[in-house]
């Protein structure tokens, strides 16, 4: 690929992307709501959430040990 057909390749997705952005700035807010939903339910059916929740708590323990390793060499 030459410098020319990147930059020809990158300004054709310039484009995209701004086209994109334009059509979702007029979407109403009951389609992006729809849209939300519908992510949310493909979420649900792979399983991302269930994993989602298992690491944020897996996280949060973490951060509990590490407060309490805190508070006892304070103490």
Known sequence: MTKKEAKAYQDRWRLVDKIQSNERRR???????????????????LGLLKRY????????REVQLRWRRLKGLAA
């Open 27 to 45: 979407l109403s807010i009951d389609e992006k709501l729809r849209q939300l939903d519908q992510c949310y339910e493909i979420a649900v059916e």
């Open 53 to 60: 929740a298992a690491a944020r708590r897996k996280g949060e």
